[in-house]
């Protein structure tokens, strides 16, 4: 069983910076393709970030150029480095893993296992 814990969100005021943390636990991770989405209240859940097995990194329009998303393959945890935030940028931010190997997207169904979530509170 693959499980995800994230930590690292918080309050910050607009334009400061946070580092969120999602450890995998189960499986290979690898051979995981790994994604950050977030969901503010009334809203569908919206990609953020993603990266694949082998590094390559892809990200919402929205966040380009102010979130940089890593992955350490040693410590099977995945960052997503926030900066200049946004009061937009309010929401449960989630990690998520694809467990068939290649396979790394911006859509909700194309994850297999997600974390419980961590808030992100810009205040203006």
């Known amino acids: 069983q693959v499980q995800l814990v994230e930590s690292g969100g918080g309050l910050v005021q607009a334009g400061g910076s946070l580092r969120l943390s999602c450890v995998v636990s189960?499986?290979?991770?690898?051979?995981?393709?790994l994604g950050w989405f977030r969901q503010a209240p009334g809203k569908e859940r919206e990609f953020v970030s993603a990266?694949?097995?082998?590094?390559?990194?892809y990200y919402a329009d929205s966040v380009k150029g102010r979130f940089t998303i890593s992955r350490d393959n040693a410590k099977n945890t995945v960052f997503l480095q926030m900066n200049s935030l946004k009061p937009e940028d309010t929401a449960v931010y989630y990690c998520?893993?694809?467990?068939?190997?290649?396979?790394?997207?911006?859509?909700?169904?194309?994850?297999?296992?997600w974390g419980q979530g961590t808030q992100v509170t810009v205040s203006s």
């Open positions: 189960g499986g290979t991770f690898s051979r995981y393709g």
């Open positions: 990266i694949s097995w082998s590094g390559r990194t």
């Open positions: 998520a893993a694809s467990t068939s190997f290649g396979r790394v997207g911006r859509l909700v169904n194309e994850y297999d296992y």
